[in-house]
Nanobody, 125 residues
Framework: VQLQASGGGLVQAGGSLRLSCAAS????????MGWFRQAPGKEREFVAV????????WYADSVKGRFAISRDNAKNTVYLQMNSLKPEDTAVYYC???????????????????WGKGTLVTVSS
């Protein structure tokens, strides 16, 4: 499975960005896809995840109400709509895919099977 993320960039505080991540290859065992981020000097942290079947979503408290994760099953693509961006949202954002067999708790802790290369989001104050 390969993951290709796009959509990062520079935005002013209060602005919006939408990240996309397209999955290719053997994706028939996909259980969930999600986004994680890593700010300079910090550990990687969970942002949001969506279950591929049914579309249930989970968010980190820090982004709840501002970010929205969605997916297009036909395109094997997951999106992260980021609104009301803050300087503290500045980070490299990584999309990731979990196959069947992981729990949501494990996924939130970063136990994903595949990772894409990150895309940088910079929010200026």
């Amino acid at each position: 499975v390969q993951l290709q993320a796009s959509g990062g960039g520079l935005v002013q505080a209060g602005g919006s960005l939408r990240l996309s991540c397209a999955a290719s290859g053997r994706t028939f065992s996909t259980y969930a896809m999600g986004w994680f981020r890593q700010a300079p000097g910090k550990e990687r942290e969970f942002v949001a995840v969506i279950r591929w079947s049914g579309g249930s979503t989970w968010y980190a408290d820090s982004v709840k109400g501002r970010f929205a994760i969605s997916r297009d099953n036909a395109k094997n693509t997951v999106y992260l709509q980021m609104n009301s961006l803050k300087p503290e949202d500045t980070a490299v954002y990584y999309c990731a895919l979990s196959e069947i067999g992981r729990t949501v708790l494990q996924i939130r802790n970063g136990a994903m099977h595949y990772w894409g290369k990150g895309t940088l989001v910079t929010v200026s104050s």
